[in-house]
């Protein structure tokens, strides 16, 4: 989509979210309406026993991202950055890395996590930055006593924009547990009397949606377009960066108590605003934020698509085999629609394949609806695993026992969603984010 050589847009937003598979940018008007998207795809390698991206492909996946804009003459007032929250990215006091990105699918901290867990009688998931860290000081790493930062995917993007060391507090909330804003005091001084380490000291400043978080510097210009660009002429606000769940729950409209949204694409997860604290720890539940701060539980599991995609590149491969080439967004459409049907065996395997996608996530949600009872009147639903027609809505309904509603906006998901936290910069001062959400 292309914007160029149009002048009737005014100020602007730019919002980019870099997921699991894929690296999203939007920019939308003062309506909120997306007026140019580019993407450009990549994966994670295993690299010495560890998932990653290099920040080279971080760097690059950004401007071919960007450059598919096409955006002349856009005056951007606001910009926010999203990533795949958690992980482990450490640098040292002359900002080298010390070790390369560890990503939230990295799960090689569990006895990191369980003893974490057990000292703050708080659930600290694998995949949690603090995680990383004791797991590398159990390990005995040499890295660890060089670490003089600690940030997420979505903080290092923003740190190089920008030259502010700061983070979102649904971001933060995934790095080391938050309290009324803010790293938990409690268990800051838990972790120091553990490690050593004082927490804040090495972590990014927290910081809530509507605050501002910098101006895109000249280093981050370039940085992010390379040598020529005419997308961002004039000075521009940065919002606080924030991590996927976060930008998911604004892009659906789900940061008031009692709603939720699911995402569903590589992994899957949900996030239900609470409106009073869970009653007994669960290690299925994790606790974090919206990005004004409200308490979040949130149920998430490694693995959705990743459990389809392989079965429907199989059904392709098949077709090869007989000179015939079938579109894969068709073939996913056609085989998720047979989901729905009855009387062959292809209906039952394919509703099989996607049932064994979301049967996890059932599990947990029946932990918070049952044994909490927290009530859940309706989910947002958003990521590739609603794409391809209406299975996927249908059997998780069933599954989870609560209706999921598809947003217009599911197709944007997170950049979308960051995009309207930098616009919401223009708001701030005179409404909640809840009412600015309500407007839109």
Not at 155 to 184: Q, R
Not at 399 to 410: D, F, H, K
């Amino acid at each position: 989509m292309s914007i160029a050589e149009n002048l009737s847009y005014g100020k602007a937003s730019f919002g980019i979210e870099l997921g699991s598979t894929r690296i999203k940018a939007v920019v939308i008007d003062e309506n909120r309406k997306v007026i140019a998207s580019g993407s450009h795809n990549w994966e994670s390698q295993l690299i010495d026993g560890h998932w990653t991206y290099s920040l080279d492909d971080v760097q690059s996946g950004l401007r071919d991202a960007v450059s598919k804009l096409s955006a002349v003459n856009c005056q951007l007032s606001t910009a926010g950055v999203s990533a795949m929250m958690h992980g482990y990215l450490v640098f040292d006091r002359d900002d080298n890395l010390l070790v390369p990105f560890r990503t939230w699918k990295d799960t090689t901290t569990g006895e990191a996590a369980d003893k974490l867990t057990e000292l703050f009688n708080f659930n600290i998931p694998d995949r949690w930055s603090v995680a990383h860290l004791y797991q590398a000081i159990l390990n005995s790493e040499e890295h660890v006593k060089d670490i003089a930062f600690i940030t997420t995917l979505a903080g290092y993007v923003h740190w190089k924009l920008t030259g502010e060391k700061v983070i979102g507090v649904c971001d933060a909330s995934g790095m080391f547990p938050v309290k009324d804003k803010n790293w938990d005091p409690e268990f800051v001084e838990k972790f120091k009397c553990l490690t050593g380490i004082d927490w804040p000291s090495i972590a990014p400043k927290v910081l809530v949606a509507g605050q501002n978080a910098g101006t895109l510097t000249v280093v981050g210009r370039q940085y992010l377009f390379g040598e020529v660009s005419n997308l961002c002429p004039s000075p521009c606000s940065l919002c606080p960066p924030e991590g996927d769940a976060g930008t998911g729950m604004v892009s659906c409209n789900a940061v008031a108590p009692k709603t939720g949204n699911v995402s569903a694409g590589t992994s899957v997860f949900t996030m239900v605003v609470l409106d009073k604290p869970l009653k007994s720890l669960h290690k299925e539940v994790d606790i974090v934020t919206t990005p004004d701060g409200r308490d979040v539980a949130m149920v998430h599991y490694n693995e959705c698509t990743s459990k389809i995609d392989p079965w429907v590149k199989l059904f392709g491969e098949a077709f090869d085999l007989f000179g015939v080439t079938v579109d894969s967004s068709e073939l996913f459409k056609k085989l998720y629609e047979v989901a729905l049907e009855s009387g062959t065996k292809l209906s039952e395997f394919m509703r099989g394949v996607i049932t064994s996608a979301v049967s996890d996530l059932a599990k947990g949600m029946r932990i918070l609806t049952e044994e909490e009872q927290v009530k859940v009147e309706k989910l947002a639903g958003h990521g590739g695993f609603f794409k391809s027609g209406n299975a996927g809505k249908q059997i998780m309904s069933e599954m989870l026992g609560i209706p999921i509603e598809l947003s217009e906006t599911a197709a944007e998901g997170g950049a979308w969603g960051i995009a309207l936290l930098a616009d919401y910069l223009n708001y701030a001062g005179e409404k909640v984010l809840s009412e600015y959400l309500e407007a839109k």
